[in-house]
């Protein structure tokens, strides 16, 4: 059913089956819609008549109003599952929740969940396209799309040799996964940032070496890459997957990009943040707030990549 050229499961389920033109198509189709987003020009029609299920079984913000706002844009309606009000609190499995769901005809489930691996298992069990909106520590593709999609507006379309550094709590995050995946194939060499416990040394033999894909390295060293990169990503500690182990007591002086830091990134070095931030902790509010800042235009490009995806998805005339 699907029209999408960047998909053949008919799903989007992270980015690692991605290549570069692909994901290159995906967010050039993004671009198309930023000024609908911008509200320059008027919504669309496309999704008229069709209903998404957000199943959301973790915390969110910005990601589920994003996916509410994108299909909205485009004409579609939504309905909100949220885990503490849905059965999953009662013990239903993903699966069941989901076939559920799926029973009722809705036209597509976007799903958020703890388990990695959750969002392949339900389009394994259910006939209506699935969007992952973050499983587990595994992927959040359309969170990797947005900021591939801010960094190619950053440097004019082209990150091939570019430099990103992504900072932080790496081995609870499906964000830096799916950035492995996005900014290698479009060129770009990644340097995973953070202390021995945050980073798991087998990310760097996750990507396979071809021809154009960037590398993937690891420093515990923040200050000694800050010479040497294009752009940083800083991360959020994810205190809520930690049982208090594994983050270092001096993390935020390690590791916290405050303004003295800031200050010794080459002019240019763009400064991105998925949110939700721990203000004060990995990043200052000065740098958050600062001039190198992309962090709200990740948000508005967030609403133009869903509306891409699901647009790819879901709407059959196109
Ligand atoms: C991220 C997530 O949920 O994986 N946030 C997001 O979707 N914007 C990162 C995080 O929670 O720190």
């Known amino acids: 059913m699907t029209t999408a050229t960047w998909t053949s499961s008919g799903h ?9 033109d692909q994901l290159f198509s995906l967010i050039d189709e993004a671009e198309a819609f930023l000024p609908i987003v911008r509200g320059t020009v008027p919504g669309d029609s496309m999704l008229e008549g069709r209903i998404i299920a957000n199943l959301f079984l973790e ?7 994003s996916f509410s706002i994108a299909a909205q844009r485009l004409g579609g309606r939504v309905v909100d599952l949220l885990g503490s009000t849905s059965s999953a609190s009662k013990g239903e499995s993903l699966v069941d929740t989901a076939a559920n769901i799926a029973a009722m005809g809705v036209d597509g489930i976007v799903v958020r969940c703890s388990d990695s691996g959750g969002a392949a298992l339900i389009a394994e069990h259910v006939e209506v396209p699935v969007i992952n909106a973050g499983d587990g520590r595994h ?6 799309l947005l900021d591939l999609m801010t960094l190619l507006q950053h440097f004019d379309g082209d990150l091939s040799g570019k430099t990103i550094a992504i900072v932080g709590d790496i081995a609870s995050s499906r964000v830096a996964r799916s950035n492995l995946w996005g900014l290698t194939a479009a060129g770009a060499n990644v340097i995973l940032v953070g202390p021995e416990s945050l980073v798991p040394g087998e990310l760097t033999s996750i990507v396979p070496r071809e021809p154009g894909r960037g590398v993937v390295s690891i420093s515990h060293d923040l200050d000694a890459v800050l010479d040497s990169v294009d752009a940083l990503m800083m991360l959020r500690i994810q205190f809520e997957r930690h049982d208090g182990d594994g983050i270092p007591e001096d993390y935020r002086e390690r590791y916290g990009l405050d303004i003295a830091r800031a200050d010794r990134l ?6 991105l943040h998925p949110g939700p931030i721990n ?21 508005t490009n967030g609403v133009a990549v869903r509306m891409a995806v699901l647009a790819g998805l879901l709407a059959s005339n196109r």
Do not use: F
């Open 12 to 20: 989007l389920l992270g980015l690692e089956d991605l290549g570069r």
């Open 266 to 271: 080459a002019g240019g070095v763009p400064i």
């Open 279 to 299: 203000r004060g902790l990995e990043l200052a509010h000065e740098v958050a707030d600062g001039s190198r800042s992309l962090i709200l235009q990740q948000v």
């Open 59 to 65: 915390n969110s913000t910005r990601t589920r109003v």
């Open 139 to 144: 992927e959040h593709p359309t969170q990797g």
